[in-house]
Structures are given as C-alpha cells and as structure tokens.
C-alpha cells in the first residue's frame, strides 16, 4: 500500500522559503505515468494545485505560482520536495502532497488523486 509521509515546518516567516518534503513508501516515484503533486488549501478557500513532478522528473507549475515555485526529487530517499519562495501571509494554508497515475493534472481535488499525505499546517507569520 502507497503512503505519502509529508515533513517540514509548521511556521515560516515573511519572505523566506517554504520547504516541505513527501516521502513516499510502498510505491515508487519512478512508477511509469505517475505524477506528484503539490496541493494547499488556504483558510475559507478552496484547494489549489501547486505542481507537479512526474516519474520522468519533469516538473509542471501552476501559472499564478510558477514564479515562487520549485518541485523537485530525490529518487534514492523516494521522496520530493516543495520549496516556495518569498512567502507572504496569503501562503497560510494547509499543505498536501498527492500521487496518481490517472490523468487528473492539474487537478486541485484530493479525491481525484490515488494517494495523498496527511496535510501539514503551514502558518507564515513574523
């Protein structure tokens, strides 16, 4: 059974970089035709796709995020990694990473993904 583990902080301050981290088990990153994303939903809003990097390692980004945004992997740890840059208060939300091999990108729908992490709280403030 696939299980996304998300790690990283709870608290980052203004204009420094966001770095969260899924590690994947039971599956592969490398599996043909999957792809893993980056969704948050922010307080009172609805979910919002971030990116994505697929099993080839090619990386796909949201058009409103793709500035700040930079996914990547590290396929010995089988695990990839969210790095946004020059955070404000708007990037408060709650951060999750997600796996599916259907084609759903860039779906901001949990339920549309096979598999995803247990969410991480992420506040910005000072």
């Known amino acids: 059974q696939v299980r996304l583990q998300q790690s990283g902080p709870g608290l980052v301050k203004p204009s420094q970089t966001l770095s969260l981290t899924c590690a994947v088990s039971g599956g592969s990153i490398t599996s043909e035709y999957y792809f893993w994303s980056w969704i948050r939903q922010a307080p009172g809003k609805g979910t919002e796709w971030m990116g994505a990097?697929?099993?080839?390692?090619?990386?796909y980004y949201s058009p409103s995020l793709k500035s700040r945004t930079s996914i990547s992997r590290d396929t010995s740890k089988n695990q990839f990694t969210l790095q946004l840059k020059s955070v404000t208060f708007e990037d408060t939300a709650v951060y999750y990473c997600?796996?599916?091999?259907?084609?759903?990108?860039?779906?901001?729908?949990?339920?549309?993904?096979?598999?995803w992490g247990q969410g991480t709280q992420v506040t910005v403030s000072s």
């Open positions: 990097i697929s099993y080839s390692g090619s990386t």
């Open positions: 997600a796996g599916t091999g259907r084609r759903v990108l860039p779906s901001p729908h949990l339920k549309d993904y096979e598999y």
